[in-house]
């Protein structure tokens, strides 16, 4: 597939096929991921990897951050939803940046902060590209912020937890999600 191709064919899956991925699959997403551009070329990421065999207890963890959020009264967006879909999918890849510590803690470098988290976002987005590329659907999870410490813990990370992304067989084919129009978000001077 060409690149504009792969783009433009992109979608959020949010069903994925009962079929295991293979490490080989897997690890030519991750690489594809560490070939982002970073600012200053920190590379500030890094993934931990859960497959099937460790879902549940991925899952375990999110219900707990959620029901703590249900218990508060807070209100808990699409988190369920997300969780369900994390269960569903044979890989869950955890994006973490090595240079932050979590955000219990103050953020000690301010704006390298925002470019590594850039940095993190490329990273992402060519995971997703190379899926599509493969015929692997991804879905980018930051609904795992409603179970933060719990995740964190689970994983043993100190670190800023950025996003999970989950992947698998695709199990639908959604159409195009909206846009807003190239004029409403660009202006020529
Ligand atoms: C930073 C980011 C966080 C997202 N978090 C979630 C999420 O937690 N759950 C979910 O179902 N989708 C999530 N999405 C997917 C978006 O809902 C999706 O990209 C958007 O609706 C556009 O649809 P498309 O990706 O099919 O073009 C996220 C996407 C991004 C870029």
């Not at 504009?4 to 959020?12: E, N």
């Amino acid at each position: 597939m060409n690149t504009f191709d792969t783009i433009a064919s992109r979608r959020s899956i949010r069903k994925f096929l009962d079929k295991p991925l293979s490490d080989e699959i897997t690890r030519r997403i991750l690489n594809a991921a560490i070939l982002a551009p970073s600012g200053k070329n920190r590379q500030p990421w890094y993934f931990i990897v859960i497959k099937e065999d460790k879902r549940e207890q991925m899952v375990k963890a999110m219900r707990a951050g959620i029901e703590k959020h249900k218990a508060r009264g807070e209100k808990i967006g699409s988190s369920e939803n997300s969780t369900r879909i994390m269960e569903q999918a044979p890989v869950t890849i955890f994006v973490f940046n090595p240079y932050e510590d979590n955000h219990k803690k103050r953020s000690t470098s301010g704006l390298m902060n925002v470019v590594d988290v850039q940095s993190v976002g490329a990273a992402i987005q060519n995971m997703h590209l190379a899926a599509q590329d493969l015929g692997i659907g991804a879905l980018w999870i930051c609904d795992v912020f409603y179970a933060y410490d719990e995740l964190c813990d689970w994983l043993g990370q100190k670190k800023q937890m950025i996003a999970a992304v989950s992947f698998g067989y695709p199990d639908e084919q959604p159409g195009a999600r909206p846009r807003k129009s190239l004029d409403e978000v660009t202006l020529w001077l």
